[in-house]
């Protein structure tokens, strides 16, 4: 459906003491040439399994157990590890939620961003380092300052400013930023938000922007997609998923978006997120569902096009 990525009937488990996690429940999600797509979910839903499997980094006990990730109209989940390394970091790179972790501890930040430039671009590291200023300018960061520093050194919104470099560095076609701001205090955050935003229109590259923030996510995405439990349960333009949003999981959420008006209490949505090892049958929202009739718990809704370009994965649209 999408001309750059094609994501389907994805499958993820975690085997664990407790049981095996039924993490990822046949996920449906297409991505097109320089479009943005945000993913919103509570903490769990599989956002970050999903990003995860898509760069083929999923490790046990963790196993990708069936599904397509076509790229390019190529299955990354068939390659090798050696056809993958050409893929991940060059053609699709990552950014993470805490980029002081994601940062090698050891080595100074000038270092480290000229070898990334060095691997994605396949020049040697001297020709890459020559590149590394330009790279820290693009972000922001002042070269000189900046280079001989080792990650604790950074603060939270310098190191991301680096991840965000060193992710671009290669020009990939998708870049996936898995709750980039989240760790930040929200001034930085928004000028974080304001780069990647300036940079991938320079760059005319496709985001995946994941997040728990559906205000973010409308904001600075074309589509924004729901995840629920394991599964996309609806997609649609930002406009359209604020303004009218179907599935029973996604009017829950933006009602309890909080308003300003203080007469109005947070509503949140009743009951909680459902255990991934016993999850409920049919529709994994069933227990939670307030318009839920018998079909719904055993039989699981598929995502379908119940208006243009929405799509929803409810028994009630069917
Ligand atoms: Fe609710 Fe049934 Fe729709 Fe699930 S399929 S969201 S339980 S109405
Ligand atoms: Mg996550």
């Given at each position: 459906r999408g001309s750059l990525l094609n994501v389907s009937k994805l499958r993820v488990v975690f085997y664990t003491y407790r049981g095996v996690i039924k993490a990822l429940n046949g996920v449906e999600l297409w991505l097109n040439e320089e479009e943005r797509l945000g993913i919103v979910g509570e903490t769990g839903c599989g956002k970050s399994v999903t990003a995860l499997s898509i760069m083929r980094l999923i490790e046990q006990p963790g196993e990708i157990v069936s599904g397509n990730v076509l790229f390019n109209n190529q299955d990354l989940l068939k390659l090798d590890e050696n056809e993958m390394d050409k893929i991940r970091g060059k053609k699709i790179s990552m950014i993470f939620q805490e980029p002081i972790a994601a940062?090698?501890?050891?080595?100074k930040v000038g270092f480290q961003i000229a070898e990334t430039i060095a691997h994605s671009r396949e020049i040697t590291i001297k020709d890459a380092y020559s590149q590394v200023p330009e790279a820290l300018e693009m972000v922001g960061l002042d070269w000189q300052r900046t280079k001989d520093l080792y990650p604790h050194e950074l603060s939270g919104g310098m190191a991301q400013r680096v991840m965000i470099a060193m992710a671009l560095a290669a020009r990939p076609k998708l870049l996936i930023a898995d709750e980039p701001t989240s760790a930040l205090d929200v001034t930085i955050q928004a000028q974080i938000l304001e780069l990647l935003d300036k940079l991938v229109t320079v760059g005319k590259n496709a985001v995946i922007l994941i997040t728990h923030d559906l205000g973010i996510a409308s904001e600075f995405c074309d589509r924004v997609a729901v995840m629920y439990a394991g599964n996309v349960i609806e997609v649609a333009k930002s406009e359209e998923i604020f303004n009218n949003p179907l599935h029973p999981y996604t009017k829950g959420l933006i009602e309890s978006i909080p308003v300003i008006d203080k007469s109005r209490d947070l509503k949140g949505i009743a009951g909680t997120v459902p255990d991934l090892v016993d999850p409920p049958s049919g529709c994994r929202f069933h227990p939670r569902?307030?318009?839920?009739?018998?079909k719904c718990s055993s039989e699981l809704p598929s995502l379908l096009e119940?208006?243009?370009d929405h799509f929803v994965a409810c028994h009630l649209y069917n």
């Open positions: 940062l090698n501890p050891v080595f569902c307030n318009r839920a009739f018998d119940i208006e243009p």
